[in-house]
């Protein structure tokens, strides 16, 4: 059963931007950690961004000072703005719901089904 929606995926070109929604009516609260992750094809699954209810997200360092994650607790929905996109952030980009402060896609056991990024050059 799905339990988080991402939305928002899209094709843009170099440069562009794109911004992603994640639902999370059931896990943006106190025991939740909410993260970003995306894997391009014959890669592994990366972590993009964690937050917490506290709103104050680490990132990746593959997208430090691009991607701004941010969380509105009382839509319960999770918000990664995404500028100045590269070819190499084309990925499937998914939510996650864990227990642990991490971008280790191990540490988080709900998953959402995933949106598509494609950036072209």
């Known amino acids: 059963q799905v339990q988080l929606f991402e939305s928002g995926g899209g094709s843009v070109q170099t440069g562009g931007s794109l911004s992603l929604s994640c639902a999370a009516p059931r896990h943006i609260n106190s025991n939740y950690y909410m993260a970003w992750f995306r894997q391009a094809p014959g890669k592994e699954r990366e972590g993009v961004a964690v937050?917490?209810?506290?709103?104050?997200?680490e990132y990746a360092d593959s997208v430090k000072g691009r991607f701004t994650a941010s969380i509105d607790t009382a839509k319960k929905i999770l918000y990664l703005q995404m500028n100045s996109l590269k070819p190499e952030d084309t990925a499937m980009y998914y939510c996650a719901a864990g227990g642990r402060w991490s971008l280790q896609p191990e540490d988080y056991r709900v998953w959402g089904q995933g949106t598509q990024v494609t950036v072209s050059s």
């Open positions: 937050n917490n209810i506290f709103d104050r997200p």
